[in-house]
């Protein structure tokens, strides 16, 4: 497909998505998206923010470990 038709795309499932939770379902259950909207906010965010801590932690630990591999190699190349 090319570039430009993905953009289109791309650009109408935006615009699609704001109109929907602006006034979108207000057709169907008389209240606008953004009641369904932030309930979905705060259900995705507390776990996002969990992996993103569990992430910086496993970065942090592997740094550690290879912070601790090299002045080991540091530590047998001075004895050479």
């Known amino acids: ?27 169907y259950l008389n209240r606008s998206g953004i009641s ?6 705060n259900g995705l965010l507390p776990p996002f923010v969990a992996l993103l801590g569990l992430f910086i932690v496993w970065l942090e630990l592997d740094e550690l470990k290879i912070e601790k591999e090299l002045k080991q190699e540091e530590r047998k190349s001075r004895k050479k």
Not at 1 to 27: D, E, T
Request: without cysteine.
């Open 1 to 27: 497909m090319h570039p430009i038709i993905k953009i289109f795309v791309g650009a109408v499932f935006v615009i699609g998505s704001i109109w929907w939770i602006l006034q979108g379902s207000a057709q």
């Open 36 to 41: 369904d909207f932030m309930t979905v906010v």
